[in-house]
């Protein structure tokens, strides 16, 4: 029995209830409101939003909640939700099915649990901080490949990439060109990391990112046997959002790349 258990099973209530919405309204729902040039919210991402907070809010009242829409609780506990209700908002709204819904238990800046389940396969992965990562109740690993040219890698691109110069192509173009088998950009960066953790992937790097993209993604590629750091190596901040993660085989080379990347 984990220490947390009963927040774990909730998290996955809640993500498995929020997930079955989003396949449900998938065929219909296309109101769509601009955030930024391309950064879109959905009907579904508010209804998901508030379905999961109504749950957890009903279970325990005092702890605090952050989730990407706007819905909040202060609370007076110390554990708090980080949720992203539907990550991969843009790949949903145009109904390429590579979405999900991520809820992680903080406290004090540490994931405690993490559950981010994908809907299109009915695949749910779930962590509790000391005692593993599962994928539909199986134990999973990350891959136990060390060379960077047979490495299959993801990456995202943020938001912000027509206004600003920290836009993430040096380091994909680096990755190409100093030997990685393929880089993806799916458009999730929680499945990302959770395709890290059973080793689809070998490594995951991406800035700009939210908590509530990375908090439930972080604490299962560490419970897989994975490493988390920042891009030079430092442990990763939840509120900064640099994170690169690997099977831990290939992350200093990944992280020799980054830097090599970053002088250009
Ligand atoms: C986005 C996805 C995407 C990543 C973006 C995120 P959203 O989240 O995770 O893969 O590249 O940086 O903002 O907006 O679909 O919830
Ligand atoms: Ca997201
Ligand atoms: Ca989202």
Redesign the pocket.
């Known amino acids: 029995m984990g220490k947390y258990d009963d927040r774990l099973k909730l998290a996955v209530v809640v993500a498995r209830e929020a997930g079955s919405y989003l396949m449900e309204v998938l065929p219909q729902k296309r109101s769509i409101e601009k955030k930024g040039i391309v ?1 879109i919210v959905t009907e579904a ?1 508010r209804h998901t939003e508030k379905m999961i907070f109504d749950i957890i809010n009903k279970a325990f009242p005092d702890d605090q909640f952050l989730a ?1 829409e706007g819905t909040s609780n202060p609370g007076d506990s110390a554990f708090t939700w980080v949720v ?1 209700p ?7 709204s145009h109904r390429f099915p590579v ?1 999900c819904v991520s809820v992680a238990l903080v406290k004090d800046g540490a994931p405690l649990v993490g559950c981010v389940y994908n809907p299109n396969l009915d695949e749910c992965f779930t962590a509790h901080k000391g005692e593993g990562a599962y994928l539909n109740d199986e134990p999973i690993q990350v891959s136990d490949n060390d060379k960077l040219i047979e490495s299959l890698l993801a990456t ?4 912000d990439i027509r206004e600003s110069e920290q836009d993430n192509m040096n380091n994909f173009y680096a990755f190409y060109k100093n030997g990685a088998q393929g880089v993806r ?6 499945l ?1 990391l959770a395709y890290t953790a059973c080793g689809r992937f070998d490594g995951f790097w ?1 800035m ?3 908590p ?2 990375i908090a439930a993604g972080i604490l299962l590629v560490e419970e897989a046997g994975g490493k988390v750091t920042n891009f030079t190596g430092d442990p990763v901040e939840l509120a900064t959002g640099e994170v690169l993660s690997s099977n831990g085989n290939i992350h200093s080379v990944m992280i020799e790349v980054l830097a090599r990347a970053a002088k250009h």
């Open positions: 950064d991402d990407e992203d539907l990550d991969g908002t843009t790949n949903y979405f995202g691109f943020p938001y950009r799916a458009g999730s960066a929680a990302d991406e700009k990112l939210k509530w993209d």
